[in-house]
């Protein structure tokens, strides 16, 4: 989707967890290791789009993750959303940025369904030691995430 703002858009970014391993994507514009993710629509929640981005890019079906002491109302007109384990802001371009929701998520299967419209030059399912492998050059943030995602959700 072409940014709904001209200086600041919201998206919502996902590290998903199967069987000890965290699945990361490498970006063919930035070369950069990244989350599953994109910008927020206006028609939809953020955990919406955590889903459906996940959906269109990799072909997951995935269930985000939810603190267990987290009691979430949902009762008619009032619904709360599952909270993001972090957020961030971050420039995209010198007069755009994003502000990022980061979830967590866990799926069924490590197979792979990958949209034509997808900008990655491959996707990777990432164990904790290959986040620190230097050969990847995962940034600092993205491997933080991406650990601290093993750490709550793998089982």
């Known amino acids: 989707m072409a940014h709904i ?9 996902v590290f998903i967890v199967y069987q000890n391993k965290v699945l990361l994507r490498q970006h063919d514009k930035y070369k950069k290791w990244l989350s599953v993710g994109g910008h927020i629509e206006l028609d939809e929640n953020p955990n919406q789009a955590a889903v459906r981005e996940v959906k269109e890019e990799v072909g997951l079906e995935v269930k985000l993750y939810c603190p267990p002491s987290y009691q979430a109302v949902d009762q008619q007109g009032y619904k709360e959303l599952i909270p993001p384990e972090f957020m961030n802001i971050h420039r995209i371009n010198d007069t755009h940025q994003h502000i990022s929701l980061v979830y967590f998520a866990t799926t069924d299967t490590d197979q792979l369904i990958l949209s034509e419209d997808e900008k990655s030059d491959g996707c990777k399912w990432f164990s904790k030691d290959e986040l620190n492998d230097p050969q990847y050059g995962i940034s600092e943030a993205i491997q933080k995430y991406a650990k601290t995602a093993l750490e ?4």
């Open 5 to 13: 703002h001209k200086k600041i858009d919201f998206t919502a970014e």
């Open 152 to 155: 709550k959700v793998a089982k």
